[in-house]
């Protein structure tokens, strides 16, 4: 457990250095905005640095207690922000003081996984049944998932969906159900981007690259430049000529091609590797967890954080459509880094309660035929 919580701070602590420097790196050629966004995530990070040691402390089990008054004050939050004024074409910020903003789309993630976690624990002897296992897990995930999606944000609602359904999954739901479910919620998804006329054209922009790199696909196809630009090593720090205008949102969804282009492919490959260990880390510790709870709740946050990535890097390098998701603990957004810091103190959380767990040699079931007696 120590080798497991160990890589997974040194993972965390990489991409966030790396994250800092290369929003400090756009000071060279944007000075004021560089500086800003360096100076705001700097802040970001001190704030989420206080939460994932506050969360790190602190059991993880009173979530229990919480589950649902958190989901309700999610809730609440998801449909204030609906009455906000509208930016770029969205509602989903809270204008907050000095600048900074607040996005409950971020805490809803959290919530909806600590509520799907709470739910599979208290009924794990219903979820083969489909009132329980389908029914009533669908309406309140529906509820979040509705109020983003209308935001619009449709990839954030793509990504809870995956995890909700991953975690009812591991809750022991049954097959033909999952089936199902999975069939109405692709089809959906098909009907709905098909028939929205930015979402088609970006999936159009996808297929015909070269067709639509001088608008649509702008973005992408500059990030592909950049990608190719950069060689093995780079350009060297600060020496990105992409970040000039070409990829709109360099500094959010799209950084990944900055790093690629100053400091060349075996960072941006170290980047997805750190990610990888990231998530082997997670499921170890969640697969230890002495709870159920404990259990789908690392599996959930592990599943969110890695399933985050890996769409960003795959739009990023032109394998999915263009989707916004920031890259964590790496893109500009205090928000969302402030929530992946918190979701990595409750994974450190559940740690230090599996390595006391063992030590006090309590008379429970090892986690993982825990999980599979309690899921049978």
Known sequence: ???????????????????????????????????????????????????????????????????????????????????????????????????????????????????????????????????????????????????????????????????????????????????????????????????????????????????TKSHVGLQAWEARVAFGAGGWAGRGLGSSRQKLGNVPEHHTDFILPIIAEELGLAASLGVVVAFVMFVCCGFHISARAPDVFGVLLGAGITFLIGLQAFVNVAVVTGVFPNKGLPLPFISYGGSNLILMLGCVGLLLSIARHAVEHVHAGVDELPPASAMSADLS
């Open 1 to 211: 457990m120590k080798t497991a919580t160990t890589l997974l701070v040194f993972c965390v602590s990489s991409l966030l250095a790396l994250g800092l420097v290369t929003l400090y790196s756009a000071g060279k050629i944007e000075r004021a905005a560089g500086t800003h966004y360096f100076v705001a995530q700097l802040i970001s990070f001190g704030i989420g640095l206080g939460v994932c040691i506050l969360v790190t402390l602190v059991d993880y089990r009173h979530l229990k207690k919480i589950a649902w008054l958190l989901f309700a004050i999610t809730v609440v939050l998801l449909v204030a922000v609906l009455f906000e004024k509208e930016k770029n074409g969205a509602r989903r910020w809270f204008n907050l003081a000095y600048g900074f903003s607040f996005q409950p789309s971020e805490l809803a993630k959290l919530a909806l996984i600590v509520t799907i976690a709470w739910y599979g624990e208290r009924y794990r002897w219903a979820m083969s049944t489909f009132r329980r296992g389908i029914l009533l897990p669908g309406l309140f995930a529906g509820v979040i998932l509705g109020l983003v999606v209308i935001e619009p944000d449709v990839g954030t609602t793509i990504l809870l969906a995956a995890v909700s359904f991953a975690l009812l999954l591991m809750s022991g739901i049954r097959l033909s159900y999952a089936l199902l479910g999975l069939v109405i919620v692709v089809a959906a998804t098909g009907y709905y981007l098909t028939h929205n006329e930015m979402r088609y054209n970006r999936i159009y922009s996808w297929l015909h690259p070269e067709e």
